[in-house]
């Protein structure tokens, strides 16, 4: 049962660059979100769907785009890398909003953006 | 402006004592907070939640204490074990929507 797998595990982007981080989920869930982790500052939501096609935007945003088309699959694009992106990010699902079930969370994607 | 403020930042405990994590929000329409525990290189996983119409939850060695008047929480773990050496987020929500995560607290449990 593999859960909530993120890819890459690493990555390192030269400012300007974009890319796609990868989130699937094999549980089912309607629920998938994504976060970024700093130091010192917890993890703050970036966007989440509560289903396939639905998306919305978290309390840090700017500078990604997701999108939704399958149940099982929710990517995180980054446009143009700055070095403030540079972080952990974790992607998340649960079965949906308002219930009350628990987040599983992937093991996180370490981006660079030298 | 963050929405939960965890304090402290830090904690070390000695083998067999008492943890404590506190946390602070001033949304009142958040009706749910959890606890997640993380180990290096691992995404968080849920430790334990509350929902706000009790005052306590128990699991293990693991209790939660939630005092709404004051909009503050706080995790409690008993006969803290080496094991335990971890980072405990809190964190909520309303409706199981938007999640809003504390800072983060890094426990050592020194055996």
């Known amino acids: 049962n593999a859960g909530v797998t993120q890819t890459p595990k690493f990555q390192v982007l030269k400012t300007g660059q974009s890319m796609t981080l990868q989130c699937a989920q094999d549980?089912?869930?309607?629920?998938m979100s994504w976060y970024r982790q700093d130091p010192g500052m917890g993890l703050r939501l970036i966007h989440y769907s509560v289903g396939a096609g639905i998306t919305d935007q978290g309390e840090v945003p700017n500078g990604y785009n997701v999108s939704r088309s399958t149940t099982e699959d929710f990517p995180l694009r980054l446009l143009s890398a700055a070095p403030s992106q540079t972080s952990v990010y974790f992607c998340?699902?649960?079965?949906?909003?308002?219930?009350?079930?628990?987040?599983?969370f992937g093991d996180g994607t370490r981006l660079s953006i030298l | 402006q963050q929405q939960v403020k965890q304090s402290p930042q830090s904690l070390i405990v000695q083998k067999g004592g008492i943890s404590i994590i506190n946390c602070a929000y001033e949304n009142t329409a958040f009706d749910y907070f959890p606890w997640y525990q993380q180990f290096p290189g691992k995404g968080p996983a849920l430790l334990i939640a509350?929902?706000?119409?009790?005052s306590e939850k128990k699991e293990g060695r693991f209790t939660i204490s939630f005092n709404k008047s004051a909009k503050q929480f706080s995790l409690h773990i008993m006969d803290s074990q080496p094991g335990d050496s971890a980072t405990y987020f809190c964190a909520a929500s309303a409706n199981f929507n938007k999640f809003y995560f504390g800072s983060g607290t890094k426990l050592n449990v020194k055996p």
């Open positions: 509350i929902r706000p119409d009790v």
């Open positions: 549980m089912n869930h309607e629920y």
């Open positions: 998340a699902s649960s079965p949906g909003q308002g219930i009350s079930q628990p987040q599983h």
